[in-house]
């Protein structure tokens, strides 16, 4: 009976122990993605994303979609991804200057002359090594470094001539020196506001216009508030994908890598899907009543031949930005 009662406790111990270390083997990991806008390119990478790791990690990681800033209005997100409170988030560039001022470079005019030429000179190997290194001492690292769309400049008057800038005060994607010293430059006021706050202000006319793109005009209907919308000249909208460091490496080496490869092969989407979903939300603005306007190749120049030296000027302050925006500035040339 003792044999038996000794043999029924070891059991039980044994069992106990199993049991223990079964949540340790299938710990579950959750990654929340965070994003200001929904149903565009940026939704579309989370999605593919999210299937593939997923899929590949067997349920070892949940990923979580918020779009329509559901975790908080941009400058809380990102404060949220330097902090771990949040594995990832996409933000239009400006927000993570605050971060790590290299990722001024991406907003240069001049620099990318289209997403694909944009998306050709990301991609290049040599680039995406030196991406890699951006964040790294606030613990923050760029999964996608994201050309979103050509840069949009939505105002109720519209914009047609450099002179038509003047006085009009514009909400800027961010309140970095390169979001807001090349459009002081032809005589814009900046306004610095977080998407979700441009609404409003664009409805009681705080604000003249707001820069932007067109696919977040079309999600939130903002062709019911005004009607054109102008290219700005040489500017592409970058909306980088940054996630926190430490997160990643606490997944593991091998959950590390599944997440790592499958934000890569998501990254697809913003080459030729991206540029049919740009095309798609104009021809949508332009249906409601809305008007896109392409300012004449004069006025162009004229507002490059303005606001470049101001970016330059900016950019090379510092060091590191320097380098960094000398080595795009190669790279955008071999891929012309």
């Not at 977080?194 to 999600?219: C, F, H, R, S, W």
């Not at 590390?256 to 798609?280: L, P």
């Amino acid at each position: 009976m003792q044999v038996t009662t000794r043999r029924l406790a070891v059991a039980g111990i044994a069992v106990s122990v199993l049991l223990a270390a079964v949540p340790a083997r299938a710990q579950q990991f959750t990654m929340k993605l965070s994003q200001p806008t929904i149903n565009d390119v940026t939704y579309e990478y989370f999605k593919r994303m999210k299937a593939g790791i997923e899929q590949r990690s067997a349920g070892k990681i949940k990923v979580e979609i918020y779009p329509t800033n559901q975790l908080g209005q941009l400058p809380a997100v990102v404060e949220g991804v330097a902090l771990g409170t949040i594995e990832a988030a996409a933000s239009a560039n400006g927000f993570w200057i605050s971060l790590e001022p290299r990722f001024q470079v991406l907003d240069a005019p001049g620099l990318f002359d289209s997403v694909s030429h944009g998306f050709k000179i990301l991609n290049d190997p040599d680039v995406r090594a030196r991406l890699a290194s951006w964040g790294s001492d606030k613990g923050v690292e760029i999964l996608a470094p994201s050309l979103y769309s050509p840069l949009m400049l939505l105002t109720h008057k519209g914009i047609r001539t450099v002179a038509d800038f003047q006085g009009q005060k514009i909400r800027t994607q961010g309140g970095a020196p390169i979001q807001v010293e090349p459009l002081k430059k032809v005589g814009v006021i900046p306004v610095s506001l977080p998407l979700g706050e441009a609404l409003p202000a664009m409805q009681n006319k705080t604000i003249d216009g707001m820069v932007g793109a067109a696919a977040p005009y079309v999600a939130f209907k903002y062709y019911d508030i005004a009607k054109p919308m102008t290219y700005l000249p040489g500017t592409l909208f970058a909306a980088p994908v940054v996630a926190n460091r430490r997160w990643l490496k606490s997944l593991g080496p091998e959950l590390e890598a599944i997440v790592r490869e499958e934000s890569r092969k998501a990254e697809e989407v913003f080459g030729d899907w991206n540029i049919n979903d740009i095309q798609s939300k104009e021809e949508i603005w332009k249906k409601n009543g809305g008007e896109m306007i392409t300012i004449s190749p004069e006025e162009s120049k004229r507002y490059i031949d303005a606001v470049s030296p101001v970016a330059a000027s900016i950019l090379s302050a510092n060091p590191k930005v320097k380098d960094d925006y000398e080595a795009l500035l190669a790279a955008a040339k071999r891929y012309r």
